[in-house]
Protein backbone atom coordinates (compact mmCIF):
# COMPACT_ATOMS: atom_id res chain seq x y z
CA UNK A 1 0.00 0.00 0.00
CA UNK A 2 0.76 3.67 -0.29
CA UNK A 3 3.24 4.93 2.42
CA UNK A 4 5.13 7.52 3.54
CA UNK A 5 8.64 7.58 5.53
CA UNK A 6 10.45 10.17 7.52
CA UNK A 7 13.58 10.29 8.92
CA UNK A 8 13.03 10.16 13.02
CA UNK A 9 13.93 12.77 15.28
CA UNK A 10 14.16 14.94 17.62
CA UNK A 11 16.14 17.03 14.99
CA UNK A 12 17.96 19.87 17.87
CA UNK A 13 19.82 22.29 15.98
CA UNK A 14 20.75 25.53 16.96
CA UNK A 15 18.79 29.17 15.58
CA UNK A 16 20.17 30.27 12.10
CA UNK A 17 20.69 26.41 11.07
CA UNK A 18 19.86 24.67 8.06
CA UNK A 19 16.96 22.37 7.99
CA UNK A 20 16.77 19.19 6.21
CA UNK A 21 14.09 16.87 7.06
CA UNK A 22 13.65 14.09 4.87
CA UNK A 23 10.99 12.23 3.34
CA UNK A 24 10.30 9.79 0.67
CA UNK A 25 6.69 7.73 -0.59
CA UNK A 26 5.87 4.63 -1.89
CA UNK A 27 3.07 4.80 -4.01
CA UNK A 28 1.49 3.35 -7.16
CA UNK A 29 0.38 6.56 -9.17
CA UNK A 30 1.18 10.18 -8.81
CA UNK A 31 0.33 11.14 -5.71
CA UNK A 32 -0.02 14.90 -4.13
CA UNK A 33 2.92 15.41 -1.01
CA UNK A 34 2.50 17.77 1.96
CA UNK A 35 3.94 19.04 4.75
CA UNK A 36 2.14 19.76 7.50
CA UNK A 37 3.08 21.10 10.82
CA UNK A 38 2.08 21.05 14.91
CA UNK A 39 2.57 23.52 16.76
CA UNK A 40 2.73 22.84 20.53
CA UNK A 41 -0.87 22.21 21.86
CA UNK A 42 -2.31 22.84 18.64
CA UNK A 43 -3.70 20.81 15.64
CA UNK A 44 -2.07 20.01 12.23
CA UNK A 45 -1.74 22.71 9.48
CA UNK A 46 -0.82 22.56 6.06
CA UNK A 47 2.92 24.04 5.57
CA UNK A 48 3.30 23.63 1.78
CA UNK A 49 1.96 21.41 -0.95
CA UNK A 50 3.14 20.23 -4.51
CA UNK A 51 0.96 18.45 -6.76
CA UNK A 52 3.03 16.83 -9.38
CA UNK A 53 6.20 16.55 -10.36
CA UNK A 54 8.94 18.91 -10.13
CA UNK A 55 6.66 21.30 -8.17
CA UNK A 56 8.43 23.13 -5.47
CA UNK A 57 6.23 24.22 -2.48
CA UNK A 58 7.04 27.16 -0.14
CA UNK A 59 6.02 28.59 2.62
CA UNK A 60 7.09 31.00 5.51
CA UNK A 61 10.79 30.36 3.96
CA UNK A 62 10.26 26.35 4.33
CA UNK A 63 10.38 24.64 0.91
CA UNK A 64 10.24 21.12 -0.53
CA UNK A 65 10.14 19.69 -4.46
CA UNK A 66 8.60 16.92 -5.74
CA UNK A 67 11.14 14.49 -7.07
CA UNK A 68 9.76 11.65 -8.80
CA UNK A 69 12.88 10.03 -9.63
CA UNK A 70 13.81 9.33 -6.13
CA UNK A 71 10.31 9.10 -4.19
CA UNK A 72 11.13 12.24 -2.08
CA UNK A 73 9.87 15.73 -0.91
CA UNK A 74 12.59 16.51 1.67
CA UNK A 75 12.01 19.43 4.01
CA UNK A 76 14.18 22.68 4.00
CA UNK A 77 14.55 26.16 5.94
CA UNK A 78 17.68 28.24 5.48
CA UNK A 79 17.87 29.50 8.81
CA UNK A 80 15.66 28.15 11.47
CA UNK A 81 14.34 29.93 14.58
CA UNK A 82 12.84 28.74 17.89
CA UNK A 83 9.81 29.29 16.38
CA UNK A 84 9.80 27.10 14.09
CA UNK A 85 10.19 24.07 17.59
CA UNK A 86 6.96 21.79 15.91
CA UNK A 87 6.41 18.71 15.26
CA UNK A 88 6.63 18.42 11.09
CA UNK A 89 4.31 15.97 9.33
CA UNK A 90 5.02 14.62 5.53
CA UNK A 91 1.89 13.03 3.89
CA UNK A 92 0.74 11.87 0.32
CA UNK A 93 -2.79 12.03 -1.15
CA UNK A 94 -3.65 9.54 -4.16
CA UNK A 95 -5.03 11.73 -7.55
CA UNK A 96 -8.81 11.93 -6.91
CA UNK A 97 -8.55 9.56 -3.59
CA UNK A 98 -9.82 11.10 -0.06
CA UNK A 99 -7.49 10.32 2.32
CA UNK A 100 -3.82 11.47 3.22
CA UNK A 101 -1.58 9.03 4.02
CA UNK A 102 0.94 10.38 7.37
CA UNK A 103 4.85 9.66 7.80
CA UNK A 104 5.23 9.24 11.73
CA UNK A 105 6.51 12.69 12.64
CA UNK A 106 9.34 14.57 13.24
CA UNK A 107 10.28 16.78 16.23
CA UNK A 108 12.16 19.95 15.73
CA UNK A 109 13.91 21.76 18.68
CA UNK A 110 15.47 25.17 17.94
CA UNK A 111 17.46 26.04 20.41
CA UNK A 112 18.71 30.16 20.93
CA UNK B 1 -11.25 30.91 8.06
CA UNK B 2 -11.92 27.47 8.15
CA UNK B 3 -12.79 26.46 11.58
CA UNK B 4 -12.43 22.77 13.31
CA UNK B 5 -13.76 22.62 16.38
CA UNK B 6 -13.53 20.01 18.59
CA UNK B 7 -15.88 19.97 22.24
CA UNK B 8 -12.75 19.05 24.67
CA UNK B 9 -9.43 19.81 25.26
CA UNK B 10 -8.47 17.63 27.56
CA UNK B 11 -10.62 14.76 28.80
CA UNK B 12 -10.26 12.13 31.79
CA UNK B 13 -12.63 8.61 31.25
CA UNK B 14 -12.45 5.64 33.36
CA UNK B 15 -12.60 2.13 32.02
CA UNK B 16 -15.94 0.71 30.48
CA UNK B 17 -17.29 4.35 30.19
CA UNK B 18 -18.91 5.40 27.00
CA UNK B 19 -16.92 8.53 25.53
CA UNK B 20 -18.58 10.68 22.73
CA UNK B 21 -15.66 13.26 21.30
CA UNK B 22 -17.54 16.12 19.20
CA UNK B 23 -16.19 17.49 16.07
CA UNK B 24 -17.95 20.61 14.40
CA UNK B 25 -16.52 22.50 11.11
CA UNK B 26 -18.23 25.84 9.74
CA UNK B 27 -16.48 25.46 5.88
CA UNK B 28 -19.60 23.13 4.22
CA UNK B 29 -16.72 20.29 3.79
CA UNK B 30 -18.49 16.96 2.72
CA UNK B 31 -15.54 15.23 4.18
CA UNK B 32 -14.93 14.78 7.56
CA UNK B 33 -12.26 12.23 9.60
CA UNK B 34 -11.13 10.92 13.10
CA UNK B 35 -7.25 10.58 13.81
CA UNK B 36 -5.30 9.05 16.36
CA UNK B 37 -1.88 10.38 17.26
CA UNK B 38 0.32 8.63 18.97
CA UNK B 39 4.27 9.50 19.40
CA UNK B 40 6.36 7.41 17.07
CA UNK B 41 3.09 6.11 14.79
CA UNK B 42 2.13 9.57 13.53
CA UNK B 43 -1.61 10.03 12.83
CA UNK B 44 -3.68 6.65 12.24
CA UNK B 45 -6.75 7.01 10.39
CA UNK B 46 -9.96 5.96 12.53
CA UNK B 47 -13.37 6.26 10.82
CA UNK B 48 -13.26 8.86 8.12
CA UNK B 49 -17.06 10.58 6.20
CA UNK B 50 -18.16 11.45 2.97
CA UNK B 51 -21.44 12.52 3.20
CA UNK B 52 -24.55 12.82 6.19
CA UNK B 53 -25.17 9.66 7.33
CA UNK B 54 -22.21 7.85 5.45
CA UNK B 55 -18.93 6.40 6.89
CA UNK B 56 -16.17 3.92 5.77
CA UNK B 57 -13.93 2.48 8.43
CA UNK B 58 -9.88 3.59 8.26
CA UNK B 59 -7.05 1.49 8.96
CA UNK B 60 -7.62 1.39 13.57
CA UNK B 61 -11.29 1.37 13.72
CA UNK B 62 -11.74 -1.45 16.06
CA UNK B 63 -13.25 -0.03 19.38
CA UNK B 64 -14.85 2.80 17.93
CA UNK B 65 -17.75 3.52 16.19
CA UNK B 66 -19.04 7.27 15.02
CA UNK B 67 -21.78 8.86 13.90
CA UNK B 68 -22.63 11.91 11.16
CA UNK B 69 -26.25 12.95 11.67
CA UNK B 70 -25.65 16.89 10.39
CA UNK B 71 -23.07 17.72 7.50
CA UNK B 72 -20.91 19.97 10.04
CA UNK B 73 -21.03 17.35 13.11
CA UNK B 74 -18.96 14.31 13.26
CA UNK B 75 -18.90 12.43 16.45
CA UNK B 76 -16.49 9.61 17.55
CA UNK B 77 -17.63 7.17 20.16
CA UNK B 78 -16.04 4.88 22.61
CA UNK B 79 -18.10 2.07 23.26
CA UNK B 80 -16.32 1.02 26.44
CA UNK B 81 -13.36 2.91 26.94
CA UNK B 82 -10.03 1.00 27.72
CA UNK B 83 -6.60 2.05 28.58
CA UNK B 84 -5.49 1.64 25.48
CA UNK B 85 -7.03 4.14 23.80
CA UNK B 86 -5.44 6.44 25.68
CA UNK B 87 -4.42 9.16 23.05
CA UNK B 88 -4.85 12.28 21.26
CA UNK B 89 -7.31 12.60 18.88
CA UNK B 90 -7.79 14.58 16.11
CA UNK B 91 -10.73 15.40 13.72
CA UNK B 92 -10.01 17.08 10.11
CA UNK B 93 -12.42 18.17 7.26
CA UNK B 94 -11.63 18.89 3.51
CA UNK B 95 -13.89 19.23 0.53
CA UNK B 96 -15.04 16.37 -1.74
CA UNK B 97 -11.88 15.45 -3.76
CA UNK B 98 -13.96 16.06 -6.64
CA UNK B 99 -13.98 19.82 -6.02
CA UNK B 100 -10.30 20.11 -6.25
CA UNK B 101 -7.50 17.47 -7.76
CA UNK B 102 -5.63 17.53 -4.31
CA UNK B 103 -7.12 17.26 -0.54
CA UNK B 104 -5.78 19.99 1.76
CA UNK B 105 -7.51 18.92 5.45
CA UNK B 106 -8.17 21.16 7.85
CA UNK B 107 -7.62 19.98 11.80
CA UNK B 108 -8.80 20.80 14.87
CA UNK B 109 -7.03 21.35 18.13
CA UNK B 110 -7.34 17.93 19.51
CA UNK B 111 -8.78 16.33 22.34
CA UNK B 112 -5.59 14.58 24.82
CA UNK B 113 -7.59 11.22 26.34
CA UNK B 114 -6.62 9.66 29.37
CA UNK B 115 -8.61 6.71 30.50
CA UNK B 116 -8.18 5.23 33.67
Known amino acids: GDSVTQMEGPVTLSEEAFLTINCTYT??????LFWYVQYPGEGLQLLLK?????DKGSNKGFEATYRKETTSFHLEKGSVQVSDSAVYFC???????????FGAGTILRVKS | DVKVTQSSRYLVKRTGEKVFLECVQD?????MFWYRQDPGLGLRLIYF???????EKGDIPEGYSVSREKKERFSLILESASTNQTSMYLC???????????????FGPGTRLTVL
Open chain 2, 92 to 106: ASSFLVAVSSYNEQF
Open chain 1, 27 to 32: ATGYPS
Open chain 1, 50 to 54: ATKAD
Open chain 1, 91 to 101: ALNMEYGNKLV
Open chain 2, 27 to 31: MDHEN
Open chain 2, 49 to 55: SYDVKMK
